[in-house]
Nanobody
Framework: VQLVESGGGLVQPGGSQRLSCVAS????????MSWYRQAPGKGREWVAR????????DYSNSVKGRFTISRDNAKNTVYLQMKSLKPEDTAVYYC?????????WGQGTQVTVSS
């Protein structure tokens, strides 16, 4: 199993960014996918999840209304569209999947919101 995130970078407050996570090594369309983040000096925080077919999504209160999770099962990719970014969104963002009772994480992609 491999999860590879991309799309991070430096963005100004109020700006937008889209993260991608390409999955391999398992049947992507069978599994729920999630995004987490970890800010400097803090624990890892759940951000959003999407069911296997993409029908249902759920968000943490801190990002609800600003972030959108989506997936393309034909491309084995899950996305996180972020808008109205705030400095407190600065973190390393991780893609996550739980497959057959095992946890899998990507390497993370840094998002820095700063002017």
């Amino acid at each position: 199993v491999q999860l590879v995130e991309s799309g991070g970078g430096l963005v100004q407050p109020g700006g937008s960014q889209r993260l991608s996570c390409v999955a391999s090594g398992f049947t992507f369309s069978n599994y729920q996918m999630s995004w987490y983040r970890q800010a400097p000096g803090k624990g890892r925080e759940w951000v959003a999840r999407i069911t296997s077919a993409g029908v249902t999504t759920d968000y943490s209160n801190s990002v609800k209304g600003r972030f959108t999770i989506s997936r393309d099962n034909a491309k084995n990719t899950v996305y996180l569209q972020m808008k109205s970014l705030k400095p407190e969104d600065t973190a390393v963002y991780y893609c996550y999947a739980r497959i057959r009772a095992s946890d899998y994480w990507g390497q993370g992609t840094q998002v820095t919101v700063s002017s």
